[in-house]
């Protein structure tokens, strides 16, 4: 079975990662937190699991994602109020599944596995069983698969708030650049009335994948070669193109300076209603990276890393501007990050009183400031978190004041986080995870 673990930080892979934000007229009333203090809750793991992991939260404090079961299949998971509610694979016959978004009109868009053998003897999802996987649409209780492009899988990352999903899909065409088991192109996509329309790459990219869409029907991702699969990001892109498409056209973001992406790529995770990008491109070199945020009038701006750390990525922005993501030291350690007017901050120094776990990363921040991610136990399981701000309630005093150190992994919780955050120590270099 897939070892259960920042996706889509993708670059929670990296590279993962998935957006459903508020509407540009409901933004332009929108204000930025101004708590600097945050309350912090356990949403637990499914009875006999030891595993869970978020991937986006809406406005209406509503968060998909995934959690292990007690044999070490993986189920979709929605939390309403703390609650659980386990939507599994809802008829589509497999064992494993993810909800990667959902909006505020009670959609989830995500992949689970269908009860049928890959005819190419694929592993799509990642899962290890070589079952076709399914880009889903669920609503009404009910999860409802959605086309490709003529191939056998799909994945569907996002969806925004007019029901328009983004992800990818394979095409009918073999790609002898495809280490096995892959044997099909697979290419970047957006559902519209369940119809699917292929996106465009960028440089002869022969393959990509859309990462997130917003309100406005833009959509960000990456393209590049087809790789064998990193169980990071959940796919088989080795990106290289960090990508916008709007309005029927593609625009290429540009890089911090690394070409080749051999640290951990050039990829947009998310975009707001405002049109603000964030990702993670590479430094000069291509042996480190750093979160980026990319406007239209400042290009790719380098938003750095927490003092002491060495990568970082940014997976998500709201329509404020607020910015979460996470930032690595030298030793592959992660803390999650707050970057709010041009600051990036440790969150774990702006938690109120005590934390029943440590932050390790931020996958998603809605428009009320929400924020979910992975933490960490005192005993090393992996937990999905919710941190509420404040926003002026007492509260006992905050670790603000004090410098709070990367908290050193076990091997264990280290295997858990691959598949949320894709880099890796080797050598002396940080690297992408194969």
């Not at 505020?104 to 799509?124: H, K, L, Y």
């Not at 405002?274 to 938003?303: E, N």
């Not at 004041?401 to 264990?412: E, M």
Request: charged residues 15%; aromatic residues 6%; negative net charge.
């Amino acid at each position: 079975m897939k070892i259960q673990t920042l996706r889509s930080l993708s670059a929670c892979a990296l590279i993962a990662l998935a957006v459903s934000l508020s509407t540009a007229a409901q933004a332009a009333q929108q204000h930025k937190p101004s708590a600097a203090q945050y309350t912090i809750t356990d949403l637990g793991t499914l009875p006999g699991g030891n595993f869970s992991q978020p991937f986006f939260i809406n406005k209406n404090g509503v968060v998909s994602g995934s959690a292990s079961l007690a044999d070490g299949t993986q189920n979709a998971i929605l939390w309403l109020n703390g609650q659980m509610n386990n939507i599994g694979t809802s008829g589509l016959g497999g064992p494993n599944s993810i909800a990667f978004v959902d909006n505020e009109n009670s959609q989830a868009v995500g992949e689970a596995e269908s009860s049928s053998p890959d005819p190419n003897g694929e592993d799509f999802c990642g899962f290890g069983t070589h079952l076709i996987c399914l880009p889903f649409l669920w609503q009404g209780a009910k999860m409802i698969p959605l086309p490709t492009l003529g191939g056998n899988n799909g994945v569907a990352e996002a969806i925004n708030n007019r029901g328009e999903a983004a992800g990818f899909a394979e095409n009918s065409t073999p790609d002898p650049g495809c280490p096995a088991p892959q044997v099909l192109h697979f290419e970047p996509a957006v559902w519209v009335n369940g119809v699917i329309h292929k996106l465009p790459t960028v440089g002869g990219d022969p393959d990509g994948i859309a990462q997130q869409i917003n309100d406005n029907g833009d959509a960000v991702g990456a393209s590049g070669t087809c790789s064998i699969f990193n169980t990071n990001f959940l796919y088989n892109l080795a990106p290289v193109h960090a990508l916008l498409w709007e309005n029927g056209k593609t625009t290429d973001l540009g890089n911090l300076g690394g070409i080749t992406g051999e640290a951990g790529g050039n990829i947009a995770y998310d975009i707001n209603n405002q049109g603000q990008v964030v990702g993670d491109s590479d430094l000069p070199g291509d042996t480190t990276f750093h979160a980026f945020l990319w406007t239209r009038s400042t290009g790719m701006q380098d938003l750095g890393v927490v003092s002491g750390d060495v990568a970082s990525v940014s997976i998500s922005i709201n329509d404020a501007g607020s910015i979460v993501g996470a930032s690595l030291d030298a030793e592959f350690n992660p803390r999650a990050f707050l970057w709010e007017d041009g600051v990036m901050t440790d969150l774990n120094t702006l938690i109120a009183g005590d934390s029943p776990l440590y932050l390790l990363t931020g996958c998603s921040i809605n428009s009320r400031g929400e924020i979910t991610g992975l933490g960490m136990t005192s005993t090393g399981e992996i937990h999905t978190y919710l941190a509420s701000p404040t926003h002026g309630v007492a509260t006992s005093e905050s670790n603000s004041s004090s410098v709070i150190p990367p908290r050193n992994l076990s091997d264990n919780a280290r295997k858990l986080l691959q598949q949320q955050l894709r880099f890796s120590r080797t050598g002396s270099g940080l690297v992408k995870l194969q």
